[in-house]
């Protein structure tokens, strides 16, 4: 069967290799000892997390969000405090933090729901100014541009590590919950909803549609699973402040990440991280600064240019080429 | 079974719809005929709740619609197709046609079983795998049926299908209607096909400015001296 680059079922492949990836994925600590690299590694396991739940509203629903990061933010800030405040452990705060982004999402979802094109990107941004701009203000409760520190104590049954390779796990652990979910998403009735308005909301209303039932659905999981991202990145860092967490930068990050990778596609955005991140890293341990910025911008716009699709759609494009190579092979054989 | 009562349609200083009413038995098909600008298109989105109306409102099977949105409406059994057609294009012709299949409440096993059986009775099932924006036009507007027929209604609003098609492909489009129309399906057609209308229509509604300007039988319709003058008369080949 042949399917759209922007169908909402990926090829029966995409699981297989999914499953094959994994099982790599598992192998990584015990074969990568370098601290730098599996630092690298860990960071790049959020950031396809994070990109994974931003594609649900942004890139299922094409609701171009530019204010992911506040909901990042909430994850982060919900489990930290409640660890340092109340003394409860992160792996019980991360759900909190969930709860919390997707009733805020849900909230912002209903608000927007109407808005098209660049209204609703125009809102989404100022919906994350404003939770940043509560972040630095709101200094009771978290302590604004000082941040707040997680103190080592406890381990493990605080999220908190000595060893690298336990956190590369709870990383994967968040990529295969999110990539999990937007699989499930991809293939149920809401995921075809969700394409069927993006495409054109008006046919779709007139199909027996529900345009805010589905958006806001799509809105609370895709903000609940940024949240989670937030607290293994907290966990992870050990201290959070405002600009590494709920700052417009990060979102537009978020965005670009998902895009790069292809946005609309369940593995496009894994895909996205693992190009940007350690594009970005790299870049930034050669040239330091202002000239990588510089490089960096101009290698997504090439990126971006040379596969507006996003890199996913170049990959299967080539998995299909060399489909039709093999084929072609067997049959001069046969 | 469907009532348009009284409906008026107000956009920015010009009224598109003007105190419209009229009904349509459950098994007829009525036509919906008038000029270009005549408000027809204008009043089937006021039927599927895409717009609501300055005044008036539709009830359907007994029921009052007017708080009701497109998709509710569908769920009631209000099918449409859109003149200017509107494929999910990125999506597969099946996929497209799936979703119609979803909002009634089937699984996506059902569904695609159901989506299959639909294209199969209009014949797009060879192009089942295709990308519907691939589709050329006439096949795109039988997608449109498709789709809306998935979707299990009881009435279908069909908006200018037979534009751009051949008198092969009318022939086929009226014979399906009214294969359609004996399973029972209520049809609201709008159409500049004159002779295709008249063929299947059992009532036609002229709109001219908004309002309706006559309401019989196709054979009564077509004699009337206002009819020929503001429609008729002008050659309708070209149309």
Not at chain 1, 26 to 41: E, K, M, Q
Not at chain 1, 117 to 136: E, K, R
Not at chain 1, 279 to 289: D, F, H, I, K
Not at chain 2, 39 to 61: D, Q
Request: aromatic share 6%.
């Amino acid at each position: 069967m042949r399917i759209s680059d922007a169908s909402p079922i990926s090829p029966a492949g995409a699981r297989i290799a999914a499953a094959a990836a994994l099982v790599l994925l598992l192998c990584v600590p015990l074969v990568v000892r370098d601290i730098y690299r599996l630092d690298l590694g860990i960071t790049v396991l959020i950031w396809a997390s994070l990109a994974t739940a931003w594609n649900i509203s942004g890139g299922f629903a094409g609701g171009l969000s530019l204010g992911h990061a506040a909901f990042f933010g909430v994850g982060a800030y919900t489990s930290t405090l409640l660890f340092l405040r109340l003394g409860i452990t992160p792996w019980i705060g991360i759900f909190a933090g969930a709860v919390l982004a997707a009733m805020l999402g849900a909230l912002l979802g209903v608000i927007t729901f109407r808005l098209k094109g660049p209204f609703f990107v125009l809102a989404t941004l100022a919906f994350g100014i404003v939770v940043h701009i509560i972040n630095v203000n709101w200094r009771g409760l978290t302590r604004g541009a000082a941040g707040l520190l997680l103190p080592f104590r406890g381990g493990p049954q605080n999220m908190l590590f000595l060893n690298l390779w336990a956190y590369w796990y709870t990383g994967l652990g968040l990529l295969v919950l999110t990539v999990g979910v937007s699989m499930g998403i991809e293939r149920s009735r809401l995921g075809y909803y969700l394409v069927a308005l993006r495409e054109d909301e008006d046919a779709a209303r007139s199909l027996g549609v529900r345009v805010v039932r589905s958006k806001v659905i799509a809105a609370a999981v895709s903000a609940a699973l940024a949240a989670c991202a937030g607290s293994v990145y907290a966990a992870f860092i050990q201290y959070i402040d405002p600009d590494s967490t709920t700052q417009f930068e990060l979102s537009v990050q978020i965005a670009l990440v998902a895009i790069v990778g292809g946005m609309g596609t369940t593995f496009g955005p894994v895909l996205g991280a693992a190009i940007v991140i350690p594009l970005g890293e790299m870049l930034r341990a050669r040239l330091g600064g202002g000239a990588a910025l510089v490089v960096y911008g101009f290698l997504l716009m090439v990126i971006v240019l040379t596969a507006p699709n996003g890199a996913i759609a170049g990959v299967r494009l080539l998995v299909r080429r060399l489909r039709r190579l093999i084929d072609s092979r067997r049959k001069a054989d046969a | 079974m469907l009532e348009v009562r009284n409906v008026t349609v107000d956009f920015v200083g010009l009224r598109a719809v003007d105190h419209v009413s009229f009904a349509a038995e459950k098994g007829q098909i009525v036509g919906l005929i008038g000029p270009n600008g005549a408000g027809k298109t204008t009043l089937f989105n006021v039927v599927s709740g895409l717009i609501r109306p300055t005044s008036g409102s539709v009830v359907f099977e007994g029921q009052d619609l007017s708080r009701l949105g497109p998709a509710d409406r569908n769920r009631k059994g209000i099918g449409r197709t859109f003149q200017v057609v509107k494929p999910f294009g990125g999506l597969t012709v099946l996929d497209n046609v799936v979703v119609g299949a979803l909002t009634r409440g089937q699984g996506l096993v059902e569904a695609r079983q159901t989506a299959r059986a639909t294209l199969q009775r209009l014949r797009l099932d060879r192009f089942a795998d295709t990308i519907a924006h691939s589709l050329p036009l006439a096949l795109r507007k039988r997608l449109e049926v498709a789709r809306a027929l998935a979707t299990g209604p009881k009435l279908m609003l069909l908006d200018e299908m037979m534009g751009g098609l051949n008198p092969t492909e009318v022939n086929e489009t009226l014979s399906l209607i009214q294969e359609l129309n004996a399973e029972g399906l209520t049809f609201l057609v709008i159409e500049h096909n004159m002779s295709a209308i008249m063929r299947i229509a059992e009532k036609v509604l002229v709109l001219n400015q908004g309002a309706v300007l006559v309401e019989g039988p196709p054979a009564v319709v077509t004699r009337d001296e206002q009819v020929i003058s503001v429609y008729l008369g002008e050659p309708i080949e070209s149309a």
